[in-house]
């Protein structure tokens, strides 16, 4: 399931929410990401390529302020003035897709969405 996840299927599953239930899960996925970031801290060996773990740490701060941005819009009730989902759940991809850590992002919406 986890390798089906694209954003068409998690702008889909975004689309069918209340905008409270949206608010909702996109911090879900922001607080599991948040957790991702303990296993750079939890590595028991130096890291092999450092600009890459920089690259990765700097891409799940991006992932956070996309996020953290959709979610206060949407707990202000605001459904105009933000990207809309498909191209939200778009940027999110290629965002995870550039800075390496898409598995990471595919790891956070499967356990949100299945309640793992």
């Not at 702008?11 to 899960?25: D, F, I, N, V, Y």
Request: aromatic content about 6%; proline content about 6%; glycine content about 6%.
């Amino acid at each position: 399931m986890i390798d089906e996840l694209n954003p068409q299927i998690l702008g889909h599953w975004l689309a069918g929410m209340s905008l409270p239930e949206r608010a909702r899960t996109l911090n879900r996925i922001a607080h599991d990401l948040t957790t991702c970031t303990r296993e750079f801290e939890a590595a028991t060996e130096p890291f092999k390529d450092p600009p890459i773990v920089i690259k990765r740490l700097i891409g799940l701060s991006e992932l956070q302020h996309h996020l953290s941005s959709q979610i206060g819009h949407y707990m202000d009730g605001e459904e105009i003035k933000v990207y809309p989902i498909d191209v939200f759940a778009q940027i999110l991809f290629e965002k995870a897709i550039h800075y390496q850590i898409l598995p990471l992002l595919k790891g956070a919406i499967n356990r949100v969405k299945t309640g793992m």
